[in-house]
């Protein structure tokens, strides 16, 4: 246990400092997401082993992406227990992030529409 009461579960993970409660009555551990000074680090980590390239299925051949511009996905979710373990975190370019099957993804849909990055048949393209 850490001094505040929270539980350190392994590389990149904390929680729960206690089971949070709901509004819908069920009880949900409550995780935190590494500082940003760590996620740089991170990032970098996971863009260096990558080689800078997109892992996602609309880029088998890709160009390496600058680490400013390329995204670092959870493959398992942090809401579905996930970790922040580099095992757990993959390369992504823009597109291929978006088009990913995840309903937090829902709110870069609409920017991504805006800029041309995806067109009005994404739904066909999704993937998880
Ligand atoms: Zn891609």
């Not at 350190?8 to 409550?30: D, I, S, T």
């Not at 990032?43 to 670092?72: F, M, T």
């Not at 942090?78 to 993959?90: A, E, I, K, P």
């Amino acid at each position: 246990m850490l001094g505040s009461g929270i539980a350190w579960l392994g590389e990149g993970r904390l929680g729960p400092a206690q089971p949070g409660v709901a509004k819908h009555g069920f009880n949900m551990p409550k995780f935190r997401r590494l500082s940003k000074e760590l996620n740089a680090e991170k990032r970098k980590q996971v863009w260096l082993r990558d080689e800078g390239r997109c892992q996602g299925p609309y880029c088998v051949i890709s160009c390496a992406l600058p680490l400013n511009r390329c995204h670092i996905d959870h493959i398992v979710p942090l809401s579905s227990f996930g970790t922040n373990h580099n095992s757990n975190l993959r390369t992504l370019c823009r597109r291929c992030h978006v088009l990913r099957l995840d309903f937090k993804h829902r709110g870069m849909i609409a920017a991504a529409l805006r800029d041309g990055i995806i067109d009005c048949s994404w739904r066909s393209l999704t993937w998880t």
